[in-house]
């Protein structure tokens, strides 16, 4: 079964999903029983791509469907509702909101008529007062036609640091934890008890250069809790699903952030400056990472002016 | 020159208009000649000095909330001709007057670095204003960040909780040679244009408005500054120190709130 996912989701090309999507057409991964996501592209967001370029889901229960990120676009949200729809005719009861990047939420409102419970970090309603005017005008740019109808919906059911929520979607437990600043300063994960699927949110980007917007000592620390878990299965942000068994992802993400972290307090010890490790830390990575180009500089910025402090 | 309060201000509603609906050369033009306007009035201001002044930005700011800029002469600052102000004016940002930089002759040499704010694409100004009141224009276009890069703060709770804290950051200098030195003090540098979902309103601005920088008691700089800057203000500069001496940095923020630190040279 593992396999046969494995092998589906190497066979399509990522240019193939991102036209599908402007197509209307939207292929869903099976993952395992009740659990279907959509594949984002490893591209930046745009009017073509509909802002599909971040992994976005459902898991089923007996009486209720859980969403798992809403989507890039409102555009983006209709499609992953409609694909919803024709797996399941049961209530959409759930819309949890992983993080607040406009990847992951622009679609909250295409599920608004099912009256579900939006779910977030206790931190997001916050993250997301500080930057929707910023995304609002960002997004509507970029993103054209795909972003009419999209509404920043605020979280009404929250997850605290410590204390993990439970949902039942009927026979079907999930886990949601709240994290400490990581990958951002409200990170949130889903765990199906049930086929023991775990879904990352951004705490893991595959083959997709990570994009860090919270704390790059978090983070590390987040990936070394993250995989002493003993899932099955595992849906990251970005990139193919794959075995939990395998360690390989989670190594090559914590390969990335330990070099980029090493590199910076070494310049910073030696009272060097921001500008030069924005232009010599990390460059090997270059080659190991889709849009090495628009994230790298960026996330050495952000991790240096973190470390500055330490 | 204009009071302080009003030059930072000042175009903010005209701007918060102007920027959703700007998008031509032409408005862009018109943009410059409102602010220069304001800032400036009739003054005459000699553009592309690129004789006196460099300002290094990039093309792109990668990280819309930290976007390193530096601003260098190629003259030296002598008693008879110096630079004595180096304003720095962001197009684009809500409040485009940005920073004031103070500067002393006995710098020897301008070379001074710190972190903006940028969520647009921008013209970037740094001008020159020599202590014979004529003034001098560089300007760089900066891109914006892409994606989910937003310049809002990554951590408030982190930032809220070392507030004040400051570093003075140099190597050891040795009298009589130029040294690089660094002034950085934690702070939000909140922009009060966030909007509260809990209160309805607007967040109260606090932010950085100077930073003193003095040596063996002598001012060196002071930089006037307002939102555009960064979370953590940051103030990179180069100096001599002909002598033995404290470095002293001070900084006052929009609450009235001080901080300070010192470093024997």
Known sequence: ?310 | MMGRNSIFLGMFIMLISHSFTAHSATADEDIWAGLKQTYFGDREIRENADDLLVLEAPTRAEDAAIVPISVKSLQPQTSERYIKNIHIIIDKNPMPYSANFHLSPSLGEIDIATRVRIDQYTDMRAIAEMNDGSLHMVSRYVKASGGCSAPAGKDMEAAMARLGKMQIRMRDANIGETTQAQVVVSHPNNSGLQFDQKTRGYIPPHYVKEIIINFADENLIKLEAGISISEDPSVRFNFTPLKHGVLKAMVNDSKDMTYSMDKQI
Request: glycine share 8%.
């Open chain 1, 1 to 310: 079964m593992h396999l046969l996912i494995l092998l589906l989701s190497s066979f399509l090309p990522v240019q193939a999903i991102a036209s599908n999507a402007a197509a209307g057409n939207y292929p869903l991964q099976h993952v395992s029983d009740g659990v279907y996501y959509h594949q984002g592209s490893h591209e930046e967001a745009d009017n073509e791509n509909l802002g599909a370029i971040a992994n976005v889901g459902f898991i089923t229960g007996d009486e209720c469907v859980a969403v798992i990120d809403s989507g890039g676009s409102f555009r983006e949200g209709e499609l992953l509702r409609e694909a919803i729809r024709q797996q399941t005719d049961l209530p959409i009861c759930y819309v949890i909101n992983t993080h607040v990047h406009p990847d992951h939420i622009l679609g909250n409102a295409a599920f608004k008529a099912d009256n579900p419970k939006f779910i977030g970090h206790e931190k997001l309603p916050a993250a997301m007062a500080s930057r929707k005017q910023h995304f609002a005008k960002q997004f509507s740019e970029i993103l054209g036609e795909a972003y009419q109808g999209t509404e920043f919906i605020e979280a009404d059911n929250l997850v605290s640091i410590g204390k993990p929520l439970r949902i039942d979607l009927g026979n079907r437990p999930l886990l949601l934890t709240a994290y400490t600043t990581a990958h951002t300063d409200h990170d949130l994960t889903v765990y199906d008890v049930k086929t023991s699927t775990l879904w990352t949110g951004d705490l893991l980007f595959v083959e997709r250069i990570p994009a860090l917007d919270g704390s790059i000592n978090g983070w590390i620390d987040a990936i070394n809790t993250l995989t002493e878990l003993d899932a099955e299965m595992i849906i990251p942000g970005h990139g193919p699903a794959f075995d939990g068994q395998k360690s390989e992802a989670w190594q090559n993400l914590l390969r990335y952030l330990t070099t980029i972290r090493e590199e910076i307090r070494f310049i910073i010890n030696d009272m060097g400056t921001i500008e030069e490790a924005i232009a010599a830390v990390g460059t090997q990575e270059a080659e190991k990472w889709k849009l090495f180009e628009e994230y790298h500089r960026r996330n050495v910025t952000a991790a240096f002016v973190e470390l500055e402090w330490e």
